[in-house]
């Protein structure tokens, strides 16, 4: 499509970051739900996320502007890596950086700016939500309240649980110098089905979103199909009777 390389970098960080953000408005917005109307924060939450996806766009700038020239970045690749393997066409390889500072730097202050709102939001939801159990609610509501909040956290969970993986690997491999282009596929792979596991994860959770796949499906359960009671009204010259249909 003609998108260049660093171009696709910027967009996967941005990706990224935009990703926690909106895990982040999931349980802000649950959060939400337990406030009074006339709250100070419902005034600033749309500029606050505003400002929020907003760095989100900013924050890697000072990567894509550090990406190196790629024919000296890849001269010095070959001096440090003179035995590449054969099946690397060095051609296709880019150089993402020479140093590390930068990048590491820019990462740590996404991490710090986004990740501790949603603990703060998860937080917060658990403690309004333990108060209202001492509150004299009904059991019902309180049991689809855990449970939805259940399904918020298992939903938030996996996308990091996805992406743990291979973050940790390729960690590991930047700080040894270590190549191995087979994990390195595979890494790849689960980072790009996280979206598709997340989806599932989603429907598998949350009640209303399965019953809909569903139907949309047109999965339905013999039980619901074999328990229909049905009332017929035979009306007579004489009498009316009432006939039990099942």
């Not at 500029?47 to 190196?68: E, K, M, Q, R």
């Not at 990462?107 to 939801?125: A, E, N, R, W």
């Amino acid at each position: 499509m003609g998108v260049g390389q660093k171009e696709q970098v910027y967009l996967a960080l941005t990706t990224v970051s935009v990703l926690v953000i909106s895990m982040a408005i999931l349980f802000e917005t649950r959060l939400l739900t337990f406030t009074v109307r006339d709250h100070w924060w419902r005034k600033y939450r749309v500029p606050w996320f505003a400002l929020n996806f907003i760095s989100a766009c900013f924050w890697p700038l000072p990567i894509y502007l550090d990406v190196p020239e790629q024919k000296y970045a890849k001269e010095l690749i070959m001096k440090e890596f003179p035995c590449k393997p054969d099946y690397i066409n060095f051609e296709l390889v880019f150089v993402f950086t020479i140093d590390n500072t930068i990048p590491t730097i820019a990462c740590l202050v996404m991490v710090s700016i986004f990740c501790p709102q949603m603990l703060i939001y998860t937080i917060g939801t658990g403690r309004l939500l333990s108060q209202q159990m001492k509150m004299s609610i009904s059991k019902n509501t309180i049991k689809m309240q855990m449970n939805f909040q259940k399904a918020l956290y298992l939903q938030a969970a996996i996308p990091f649980i996805i992406l743990l993986l291979p973050f940790l690997y390729f960690m590991s491999s930047l700080i040894s110098n270590y190549h191995n282009q087979a994990f390195n596929n595979i890494a790849f792979i689960i980072v790009s089905s996280h979206g598709f596991l997340s989806t599932l994860s989603m429907i598998i959770v949350h009640t209303p979103y399965r019953k809909y796949t569903m139907s949309l499906l047109k999965i339905e359960t013999r039980l619901k199909n074999n328990n229909v009671l049905a009332v017929q009204v035979i009306k007579s010259p004489t009498n009316s009777q009432f006939k039990t249909v099942i």
